[in-house]
């Protein structure tokens, strides 16, 4: 991305996903970058409207910026009237010489990064895009936030448009999907609505574990999910759990949406996460010692979001100060975002409460010398989710419960294999791991 108007258009494609068609144009789509400079970006607005925006729409606007950028900054709004004449939408001046997110490239399956954990996933995605509405209709993919879900979801609108450009493609999220189903109730133009989501070659949600419990937005998908399928077109839904986890969700959409095929992915092993951190730093075009990629690899285990941030947070740090990056400089700029930052003890007293809670019984018990089924099968839980959450060794792991390597070294064995035999175990314990690193 070499161009201001390459970065503003990735700006509000961020908002645009965020808000309603109507609030995004009438608030966002005016606006105009002027600036961008160390921690302050400039934007021109209708004067009339900027106390507005800047009541509700400026925090949605700067995560926007850290979600391009890598980094926080503070936005000012000026008047139309009041921007430099040198700096009008035509000479807007250029700093891509210093700071060019240009990892915000399209998000296709060429770069997306394949391992163990969501090949899967990547292979149904790849096949219902060259195959729209023929194969794996719907397809439905699940897990934890920053695992690539989204990625997929451009991929296969990328690979669509490539091999039928006049394919019409609908992507929405389950919040906007909802936004538009009010408006159109407001307004009474459902059928408007019936057009756009109901003849459509494509229909991509995002996060439609949201919809539960809203009986309006349940009644549109039902009928929009029949009507498109029987028509032969494609959907495709993304959600952090499978249909069957989804609480408060009628059983009529539960069964429909696992009429296709499910797919889940995990949080990449260590060498997918490796190869994940490479790719990101080759995209800003920024050398990044391996060590400092193996730092960032052995302490953001479950987020590839989180990945791709650390990788523009030290981006942006060494380019404004011209300096090498090294651990010590990672250790410091990542302190807010890694687990790490945290005493271990203080990560370790957070699982056990988490994980007691969960299975019925208190963190005395679990590190207890009980061998109650409840409690044992919550202290091996326990050992695995400290052992996937801190760069503990199996032996200091022992040594938080008081026994040696070879029990714990059997207990992480017996939760893989469970979670392997057992879905509704393994989504309990990936989501024990979700919230403590929320």
Not at 346 to 371: H, P, Y
Not at 374 to 380: C, T, W
Request: hydrophobic letters at 40%.
């Amino acid at each position: 991305m070499n161009s201001y108007s390459e970065f503003w258009d990735a700006v509000l494609n961020f908002c645009r996903e965020s808000m309603n068609n109507i609030a995004f144009n009438m608030w966002i789509e005016p606006l105009k970058l002027i600036k961008i400079e160390a921690e302050r970006v400039i934007i021109a607005a209708p004067g009339f409207k900027i106390d507005l925006i800047l009541s509700k729409y400026k925090n949605l606007i700067e995560d926007a910026f850290f979600n391009v950028m890598g980094f926080n900054v503070e936005i000012e709004l000026i008047p139309f009237e009041n921007i430099p004449k040198e700096k009008n939408e035509e000479t807007v001046q250029d700093t891509s010489s210093t700071f060019s997110p240009v990892d915000n490239a399209k998000l296709t399956f060429n770069n997306f990064v394949v391992g163990p954990s969501n090949k899967f996933a990547y292979t149904a995605s790849l096949r219902v895009a060259e195959n729209p509405g023929s194969v794996f209709n719907p397809l439905f993919i699940y897990g934890n936030s920053g695992l690539g879900k989204t990625h997929l979801l451009n991929a296969i609108i990328e690979k669509i448009k490539s091999n039928n450009p006049d394919a019409n493609i609908v992507y929405t999220t389950s919040e906007n999907l909802t936004n538009d189903l009010y408006f159109a109730l407001q307004t009474k133009t459902t059928h408007d609505l019936h057009i756009k989501y109901r003849t459509c070659d494509a229909l991509l949600i995002d996060d439609i574990q949201f919809i539960a419990g809203k009986t309006q937005t349940e009644e549109e998908i039902f009928h929009t999910f029949d009507t498109l399928i029987k028509a032969g077109k494609q959907i495709v839904l993304t959600s952090d759990k499978p249909p069957s986890a989804i609480p408060k969700i009628e059983d009529r959409l539960k069964t429909r949406f696992e009429s296709g095929l499910l797919c889940d992915i995990q949080p990449p092993d260590f060498e997918t996460r490796l190869a994940i951190i490479k790719d990101k730093a080759n995209l800003l075009r920024f050398e990044l010692p391996d060590d400092v990629c193996g730092f960032i690899a052995e302490n953001i285990k479950s987020n590839v979001r989180q990945m791709g941030s650390a990788v523009k947070n030290i981006y942006a740090y060494c380019s404004f100060n011209n300096v090498i990056p090294t651990v010590d400089i990672a250790k410091d700029i990542l302190k807010d975002i890694l687990i790490t930052s945290q005493p271990v003890s203080v990560v370790i007293e957070n699982i056990l409460e988490k994980v007691s809670f969960t299975f019925g019984v208190t963190a005395d018990q679990i590190k207890s010398e009980k061998r109650d089924a409840n409690i044992n099968s919550a202290r091996q839980a326990s050992m695995y989710i400290i052992r996937e959450i801190t760069n503990l060794s199996q032996e200091e792991v022992g040594k938080v419960f008081g026994r040696n390597h070879s029990t714990v070294n059997s207990s992480l064995k017996n939760v893989q294999q469970k979670m392997a035999s057992d879905q509704k175990y393994k989504n309990l314990i990936n989501d024990i791991i979700k919230n403590i690193n929320d």
